[in-house]
């Protein structure tokens, strides 16, 4: 068996080595390699967006912490306008919570009381609020 540059044996089989042979090979399926490039530039594109919000985890934390808080505070009965009323958190100013505190809170109770939470801007409607939460921007 010859080497030459038309062909070359491989493990007993022939193989074409022809330029126009090549071309073919060389050319990669357009569909399947730009569905890929768009699956890995979306997946970039989130791991981008969501490494961007650095205070959604932070405040997350918090609105948890400020939940189990209020559990280890035994409250007066002066605290609330009457039995039924909701343990309140309020926040002064901006929400830096953006919902988490909301989120955090919804549908749970301490004892018989529900939570509730009111975004306020003045230091004069913190009135009922049991707890309150000032961000650093205040």
């Known amino acids: 068996m010859s080497l030459d540059y038309t062909s070359t044996a491989v493990c007993g089989k022939s ?6 042979h090549n071309r073919k090979l060389s050319r990669v399926p357009q569909g399947p390699v730009r569905a890929s490039v768009a699956v890995i530039a979306v997946l970039t594109m989130a791991s981008f967006s969501v490494a ?22 035994e409250w007066p009965e002066a ?10 958190y ?17 549908g749970k109770m301490t004892g018989a009381r529900a939570f ?4 306020i801007n003045l230091p004069q ?11 650093t921007k205040e």
């Open 116 to 119: 509730r939470v009111e975004h």
């Open 52 to 73: 961007q919000a650095p205070a959604t985890g932070e405040y997350e934390v918090k609105a948890a912490f400020l939940f189990h808080f209020a559990q280890f505070v």
């Open 79 to 88: 605290a609330f306008h009457d039995a039924n009323s909701p343990l309140t």
């Open 15 to 20: 193989k074409r080595t022809s330029s126009a």
């Open 90 to 106: 309020c926040t002064i100013g901006e929400d830096a919570f953006h919902g988490s505190l909301d989120a955090a809170l919804r």
């Open 125 to 135: 409607e913190i009135q009922g609020c049991q707890v309150l939460f000032i961000g």
